[in-house]
């Protein structure tokens, strides 16, 4: 049994344990764990974006970062989006990752949230199935882009 719970700092090792335990996560982490503490630090200041984490055992065994979005499309719907799902590797195909969206699921219901989005590169196509399996469809194409740097241009906004 998986409880779901929100994460602490004390849990960051164990979710980027997570995150390099993956074939895309393996080249694209660091060792260095300040980052991550900092970057945890910064998010737990951001009242619609938190972390959580599934313990069994007394163990991490999965992670996932929930965003609450409000927005003026979709007739003023909030929106839900979930990064960075992981599972611990012993217990995939177990049913873990199912419940890690259930609790996802219900989380961004009762933070009014009418619709659950998600991204996955384009190369998991496990995750693919499985994503669709729960009833997700693949209805966008995402793009990304690297933005490299500190712009020194104050926000538009700032400018007005």
Do not use: C, W
């Not at 219901?109 to 496990?126: D, I, V």
């Not at 690297?146 to 400018?159: C, F, H, I, K, N």
Request: hydrophobic share 40%; no cysteine.
């Amino acid at each position: 049994m998986i409880r779901f719970r929100r994460a602490t700092r004390a849990d960051v090792p164990a979710i980027v344990a997570m995150l390099t335990d993956d074939v895309l996560g393996k080249d694209r982490e660091v060792d260095d764990l300040s980052r991550y503490l900092d970057a945890f630090e910064a998010m737990e200041q951001e009242a619609s974006n938190t972390v959580y984490v599934g313990v069994q055992n007394g163990h991490v065994v999965a992670t996932y970062q929930l965003t609450i979005i409000s927005g003026l499309s979709l007739s003023a719907s909030r929106r839900a989006q979930i990064e960075a799902v992981r599972v611990d590797a012993s217990l995939r195909g177990q049913g873990a990752g199912a419940a890690l969206i259930a609790d996802a699921e219900e989380r961004a219901r009762l933070s009014g949230a009418t619709l659950m989005q998600l991204t996955t590169n384009a190369s998991r196509k496990n995750a693919h199935r499985f994503y669709e399996k729960l009833g997700y469809e693949p209805s966008h194409i995402g793009y990304k882009k690297p933005l490299q740097g500190r712009s020194e241009t104050p926000p538009v906004a700032d400018l007005i």
